[in-house]
Antibody, heavy 117, light 109 residues
Framework: EVQLVETGGGLIQPGGSLRLSCAAS????????MSWVRQAPGKGLEWVSV???????YYADSVKGRFTISRDNSKNTLYLQMNSLRAEDTAVYYC???????????WGKGTTVTVSS | SYVLTQPPSVSVAPGKTARITCGGN??????VHWYQQKPGQAPVLVIYYDSDRPSGIPERFSGSNSGNTATLTISRVEAGDEADYYC????????????FGGGTKLTVL
């Protein structure tokens, strides 16, 4: 079964750091584009970052320079390192598979990040 | 950046047809994808490439895209279809690349 499971969320103070993990099963992370999408409380979906199968990475302007996407092929796991966290980064963070560049066909259940003092 | 506009809410009676629109500048030249999100759950892809359905999605869900408007149509609406629906496009010339609409809350009366 194709599945994504996110972990690593929690309560963190402004300016702090957190690393999210997304463990994949049923497919190979490194063979796909993989993305992070977040959803602030009561708000819509916002694309955050992507890593291409070739290793290129891209970020939304709102997180550029603060977040880093990466993967561990041996663990078949995607990561999102989040530094200099702000209150506006508070959201549920989903990882998703991007099978053909355009769309996201498999989503994890999400992990909640709360940035507050 | 590219902007997608959705109505905040749509209401429909059970058994009727719901149409959720997604507006964007010349959106007909792009591929549009639709996601369903029920409260407390992750989004689920229901339509991709304007009108294709992933396996497991009922035929009651269909999509179209032309001009400046894409439409998600849900026929014979059921109570279980009540959810938020998001349209999305990919645009390499936009920032961000993956753009979502603001979402439409479908209420089944």
């Amino acid at each position: 079964e194709v599945q994504l499971v996110e972990t690593g969320g929690g309560l963190i103070q402004p300016g702090g750091s957190l690393r999210l993990s997304c463990a994949a099963s049923g497919f190979t992370v490194s063979s796909n584009y993989m993305s992070w999408v977040r959803q602030a409380p009561g708000k819509g979906l916002e694309w955050v970052s992507v890593i291409y199968s070739g290793g290129s990475t891209y970020y939304a302007d709102s997180v550029k320079g603060r977040f880093t996407i990466s993967r561990d092929n041996s663990k078949n796991t995607l990561y999102l390192q989040m530094n200099s966290l702000r209150a506006e980064d508070t959201a549920v963070y989903y990882c998703a598979r991007v099978p053909e560049v355009d769309y996201m066909d498999v989503w994890g259940k999400g992990t909640t990040v709360t940035v507050s003092s | 950046s590219y902007v997608l506009t959705q109505p905040p809410s749509v209401s429909v009676a059970p058994g009727k047809t719901a149409r959720i629109t997604c507006g964007g500048n010349n959106i007909g030249s792009k591929s549009v994808h639709w996601y369903q999100q029920k409260p407390g759950q992750a989004p689920v892809l229901v339509i991709y490439y304007d009108s294709d359905r992933p396996s497991g999605i009922p035929e009651r869900f269909s999509g179209s895209n032309s001009g400046n408007t894409a439409t998600l149509t849900i026929s014979r609406v059921e109570a279980g279809d009540e959810a938020d629906y998001y349209c999305q496009v990919w645009d390499s010339s936009s920032d961000p690349f993956w753009v979502f609409g603001g979402g439409t809350k479908l209420t089944v009366l």
